[in-house]
């Protein structure tokens, strides 16, 4: 017989209606996006910090003071992003870990997220993440997952995802996706705002370390989508794969050890890093970040990370071009963190001896250059 519901599973396929929509679970998302949306509304932006040079040389750099945000880094930015992507996506469900592979800023940032919506958090990490980072991940609630060797923080953190029900964060491909890179307040849009009443509103390079890769992204889209003429340049530490990817246009390059530069450098080339969004790299020695980052703390008295030092030592290789080739211009790059995060290491002489870093030959170079303009190779 052919009838009403017969008709309905023959010729014209009968309605499917599935609906998995959990009240409770909305009522959930909706107040967990309004917090981290409310984190942002009550947070003011960050510095942009003149670094003092000589006037004749008609050049202004600039340092855009990260560690001011609640969570002390540049990661804030990110770690608010990749959750309002994560809850937004229904991928962030109350009463599941967030676990995260980081070395240490980003798993502070997310832990302090994952507690302001209430749900547990964990960073895997490297143990020779610093002591004080791992303090400030579990004062926010986190709880930290070892692991010997950094190469294996990816599958670690899938696989405890894949245990406990909860969701792989995953900055290292999430990162270049999650921020809005057209503007709505990005790192990018608050520099220009920022330089709008400088003699040098449109900076001739940004200066912008690696470890996603999604800041460098975000900056380098940004220009391109302003139509600015600025040039990115993003510096990479020892014992990272991005420089070599980058100059061999090798996708599968990878690098045998960690980096000592907690934050940058990364031993494959990540999802989030964008190479053919850059302008411009260099490998920095590592004993050059440290001394950058100390000749920062007696430029200005701000004590700051090595990836900070790794981005000035490069800015301040740009200004030394500039000068030498008679430009005028600004040059502009970050605070990743503060430097109390680092006392037992890169403000401690014990660490450098036992890492065998010699920061002598940048220190003078660096206090050279700053003095007289002069160099005497290592900067050039």
Same mark, same amino acid.
Not at 1 to 5: P, S, Y
Not at 320 to 330: D, I, K, L
């Given at each position: 017989?052919?009838?009403?519901?017969n008709r309905g599973t023959r010729g014209t396929a009968a309605? /499917? !209606?599935?609906? +998995?929509?959990?009240?409770?679970?909305?009522?959930? *998302?909706? &107040?967990?996006?309004?917090?981290?949306?409310? @984190?942002?509304?009550?947070?003011?932006?960050?510095?942009?910090?003149?670094?003092?040079?000589?006037?004749?040389?008609?050049?202004?750099?600039?340092?855009?003071?990260?560690?001011?945000?609640?969570?002390?880094?540049?990661?804030?930015?990110?770690?608010?992003?990749?959750?309002?992507?994560?809850?937004?996506?229904?991928?962030?469900?109350?009463?599941?870990?967030?676990?995260?592979?980081?070395?240490?800023?980003?798993?502070?940032?997310?832990?302090?997220?994952?507690?302001?919506?209430?749900?547990?958090?964990?960073?895997?990490?490297?143990?020779?993440?610093?002591?004080?980072?791992?303090?400030?991940?579990?004062?926010?609630?986190?709880?930290?997952?070892? /692991? !010997?060797?950094? +190469?294996?923080?990816?599958?670690?953190?899938?696989? *405890?995802? &894949?245990?406990?029900?909860?969701?792989?964060? @995953?900055?290292?491909?999430?990162?270049?996706?999650?921020?809005?890179?057209?503007?709505?307040?990005?790192?990018?849009?608050?520099i220009y705002q920022q330089l709008r009443l400088e003699r040098?509103?449109?900076?001739?390079?940004?200066?912008?370390?690696a470890g996603t890769g999604g800041t460098s992204a975000t900056?380098?889209?940004?220009?391109?989508?302003?139509?600015?003429?600025?040039?990115?340049?993003?510096?990479?530490?020892?014992?990272?794969?991005?420089?070599?990817?980058?100059?061999?246009?090798?996708?599968?390059?990878?690098?045998?050890?960690?980096?000592?530069?907690?934050?940058?450098?990364?031993?494959?080339?990540?999802?989030?890093?964008?190479?053919?969004?850059? !302008?411009?790299?260099?490998?920095?020695?590592?004993?050059?970040?440290?001394?950058?980052?100390?000749?920062?703390?007696?430029?200005?008295?701000?004590?700051?990370?090595?990836?900070?030092?790794?981005?000035?030592?490069?800015?301040?290789?740009?200004?030394?071009?500039?000068?030498?080739?008679?430009?005028?211009?600004?040059?502009?790059?970050?605070?990743?963190?503060?430097?109390?995060?680092?006392?037992?290491?890169?403000?401690?002489?014990?660490?450098?001896?036992?890492?065998?870093?010699?920061?002598?030959?940048?220190?003078?170079?660096?206090?050279?250059?700053?003095?007289?303009?002069?160099?005497?190779?290592?900067?050039?």
């Open positions: 017989m052919d009838t009403e519901e309605t /499917v !209606d599935v609906d +998995r929509s959990d009240p409770d679970c909305r009522v959930w *998302l909706k &107040e967990a996006v309004r917090k981290v949306q409310a @984190d942002a509304n009550r947070s003011a932006d960050t510095h942009l910090l003149r670094f003092p040079l000589p006037e004749e040389w008609g050049i202004d750099l600039y340092l855009k003071d990260e560690s001011t945000h609640p969570t002390g880094s540049l990661k804030h930015r990110l770690a608010r992003s990749l959750f309002l992507y994560g809850l937004c996506n229904g991928w962030i469900r109350p009463g599941r870990p967030v676990i995260e592979a980081s070395s240490g800023s980003t798993a502070v940032s997310e832990a302090y997220f994952a507690k302001l919506i209430g749900v547990p958090f964990v960073a895997v990490m490297p143990r020779t993440t610093s002591v004080e980072k791992i303090r400030l991940i579990e004062f926010h609630g986190g709880r930290c997952h070892f /692991v !010997d060797d950094s +190469r294996k923080m990816y599958e670690e953190s899938a696989a *405890l995802a &894949e245990r406990t029900g909860g969701h792989y964060m @995953d900055q290292f491909t999430y990162a270049e996706r999650a921020t809005d890179w057209r503007g709505n307040n990005n790192i990018a849009e608050s040098y509103p449109e900076p001739a390079w940004i200066v912008a370390t900056i380098a889209r940004y220009v391109r989508y302003m139509q600015y003429d600025t040039r990115v340049c993003v510096p990479d530490p020892e014992n990272s794969c991005f420089f070599d990817g980058w100059t061999s246009n090798d996708p599968g390059a990878v690098s045998e050890r960690g980096s000592r530069i907690e934050g940058i450098g990364r031993p494959r080339m990540e999802p989030s890093f964008l190479p053919a969004a850059i !302008d411009r790299m260099m490998k920095v020695p590592d004993a050059a970040s440290i001394a950058a980052v100390r000749a920062l703390d007696t430029a200005i008295g701000r004590k700051a990370g090595g990836s900070t030092g790794t981005g000035l030592w490069s800015a301040l290789r740009i200004v030394a071009e500039m000068v030498e080739a008679g430009e005028r211009g600004s040059v502009v790059t970050l605070i990743c963190d503060p430097g109390d995060r680092y006392l037992d290491k890169y403000y401690s002489d014990a660490w450098l001896a036992e890492q065998g870093l010699d920061i002598t030959p940048y220190a003078a170079e660096l206090t050279e250059f700053l003095g007289t303009g002069g160099r005497s190779g290592i900067l050039g």
